[in-house]
């Protein structure tokens, strides 16, 4: 499918903040896949694309990923869920076939355990796209990623298990397996005690 057809439908499957979002996300990634010598074309399609499901109901998520593997913790949220069922109308309703680009929308929302750079690029410019509502931390993040994929990944990722322990909540495992490549586990139980005691306070 030709760009301007993509664009033209995801304006229209996606609603206005949405859509300013994915430009943003789009444009981020180009720019850092410049920046770390990657593919510039395929990070911008997977930014064009990362949120293509975002918009649909769970039913309709869980329909899109029908003949794909996800797990029970994905299946039962749109927050995790719409990175699963974006590759899948990535490929049957985009008619994208490049598997870096499939794999980088895939895995933008919980990370893996080895991420290509695609991957990571994706991952990151997702959270610090310049639509994005501030948060504390964010421009350290910008930073490192405009000079250290790795270090910005472990910044993005204990950003992210700060948060979620905050809320009592937990990592899904696939982050966790992400963040256990530059934490020690030993650090990374000290921190989730740290984010609940904070929780408690
Ligand atoms: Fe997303
Ligand atoms: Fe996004």
């Avoid at 010598?37 to 998520?61: P, Q, T």
């Avoid at 991957?119 to 997702?126: F, N, Q, T």
């Avoid at 964010?138 to 250290?148: A, N």
Wanted: aromatic share 6%.
């Amino acid at each position: 499918m030709k760009y301007e057809k993509i664009d033209y439908k995801l304006r229209k499957s996606l609603d206005t903040e949405r859509y300013i979002h994915t430009k943003g996300v789009e444009k981020t990634a180009r720019k850092m896949a410049e920046f770390f010598h990657e593919d510039v074309k395929k990070a911008g399609l997977a930014g064009l694309l990362h949120d293509c499901a975002k918009c649909l109901s769970l039913d309709k998520m869980n329909k899109a990923v029908r003949n794909y593997p996800v797990d029970e913790l994905m299946r039962n949220s749109k927050a995790l869920l719409h990175s699963a069922a974006g590759r899948c109308l990535a490929e049957n309703v985009y008619g994208v076939t490049d598997p870096d680009v499939l794999e980088a929308i895939r895995w933008h929302t919980t990370g893996h355990a080895e991420m290509t750079r695609l991957e990571k690029i994706i991952y990151l410019a997702d959270i610090i796209e310049p639509n994005r509502k501030p948060f504390p931390g964010m421009e350290r993040l910008r930073e490192l990623c405009m000079t250290d994929l790795d270090a910005a990944m472990h910044e993005a990722l204990l950003l992210s298990l700060s948060h979620v322990s905050k809320q009592g909540k937990t990592l899904h495992p696939d982050t966790l397996a992400a963040l256990e490549e530059y934490e020690s586990k030993e650090q990374i139980l000290k921190l989730i005690k740290e984010g609940e005691n904070e929780n408690e306070d």
